[in-house]
């Protein structure tokens, strides 16, 4: 028989399927209980050990509603007087802890497991429990016998749902890391993919200006490269080899721009000695990938914000940015990165003019950084 975990329905399934080894002897055992999973009110009933079947209430969700609404934690009655006996249907139930000689049924709420009233849970005691010297003789004794059974049975149970809630609350925190981890990979690879387009963007642009031949890559192209896993410094020469095909291929120009297609794109590791012949002049680029990142995203940012007539500080960039950030992020990365950030700013005087001139940490870390070697970080001014 295939097994399921017991937290994922209502702990009173558990309770009536283990009834027989919680209190060996009894006649049985009814659940009645608010199913969220359904939206209506659900009893079940003991048969068979291990077996259990639902009962039908219709007629009398409304005395199982006034049950369900008592205080009382714990009551005795009789089988004709439960809110859906056969006997009395039209009756209406009086719970009370009168411990009456005939009362062999012992009925239990347990507040708020399903919803804001009590779930309750009714043990229907044969007339002799030996295991809790009650009989139906008329003995004083009985109140205390009675009184001592509640709570033993009472504890019992509670103990039996508390540990079965308890584990559903590991298991919802286990679930909640899986998820959480499968979300911190996902934006991983989101980061990752966001790297590419702006280290390709930062490439293209660079062959642009060397060549004077504008080229553009094809959103084809350029999704076909967000698959590309090798180092990022490798992607230089490809994109190279790509821009060589387009331009000798009839046709591409288009309104004075070379468009490079998905199929002018080889994701291939270059030779190695393509590698180190190129390896002085490309420096190691991975270590500047996360460099070049938050500096077009911030570059973007105050481009955004400049359109829109808005004061370019921190907060308002971190706003702009995707997804946004903090200003003390911001402050946080330009303090981990400064270096990286100044020799990308001496070696690409053209780029990320907006961060040079408009935001003010940015040209102060150029200022800093000038003054401490006597060299000018050069920023174009138009």
């Not at 006034?66 to 004709?80: D, H, I, Q, V």
């Not at 802890?97 to 709420?109: A, K, P, Q, S, T």
């Not at 994701?267 to 077009?296: G, H, I, M, N």
């Not at 400064?338 to 907006?354: C, G, H, R, S, T």
Request: net charge positive; with cysteine.
């Amino acid at each position: 028989m295939l097994k399921k975990f017991t937290f994922l329905v209502h702990p009173f399934f558990t309770v009536l399927e283990n009834m027989e080894l919680l209190l060996p002897g009894i006649q049985k055992g009814v659940g009645i209980f608010y199913s969220k999973k359904e939206s209506r009110i659900v009893a079940l009933e003991t048969g068979k050990p291990g077996e259990i079947h639902e009962l039908d209430i219709s007629n009398a969700l409304e005395r199982v509603r006034e049950a369900r609404a008592g205080k009382e934690l714990c009551a005795w009655t009789n089988a004709s007087r439960v809110p859906f006996s056969v006997q009395e249907r039209e009756r209406r139930i009086q719970m009370k802890f009168d411990y009456d000689f005939e009362e062999n049924v012992l009925l239990m709420r347990f507040p708020e497991l399903s919803d804001e009233q009590s779930d309750i849970l009714l043990i229907y005691f044969k007339e002799q429990i030996g295991s809790f010297k009650l009989t139906n003789v008329k003995d004083p004794v009985q109140h205390l016998h009675k009184s001592f059974a509640e709570k033993v049975v009472y504890h019992a149970i509670s103990l039996f749902i508390s540990t079965d809630i308890r584990n559903k609350q590991i298991y919802q925190k286990m679930l909640a890391a899986e998820i959480q981890s499968h979300k911190s990979h996902e934006e991983l690879k989101e980061e990752h993919q966001l790297s590419l387009k702006n280290i390709t963007a930062f490439f293209i642009e660079k062959l642009s200006t060397k060549t004077d031949v504008a080229f553009k890559l094809t959103e084809s192209a350029l999704q076909k490269l967000t698959q590309f896993k090798g180092k990022l410094a490798m992607l230089e020469p490809i994109l190279e080899d790509a821009a060589t095909v387009a331009l000798n291929r009839p046709g591409a120009d288009e309104n004075g721009i070379v468009l490079i297609r998905a199929e002018d794109v080889i994701l291939k590791t270059p030779e190695k000695a393509d590698a180190t012949a190129k390896e002085s002049e490309q420096q190691p680029f991975d270590r500047y990938a996360t460099t070049v990142t938050y500096l077009e995203r911030y570059e973007r940012a105050i481009e955004w914000l400049m359109e829109r007539g808005e004061k370019i500080t921190g907060q308002n960039i971190g706003k702009a940015c995707h997804p946004p950030v903090s200003a003390a992020a911001i402050s946080d990365n330009l303090k981990k990165h400064d270096k990286k950030i100044v020799a990308l700013l001496n070696k690409y005087p053209e780029k990320w003019q907006l961060l040079r001139t408009k935001f003010r940490p940015v040209g102060k870390l150029v200022e800093t950084a000038g003054h401490a070697s006597g060299k000018q970080v050069v920023a174009k001014r138009g």
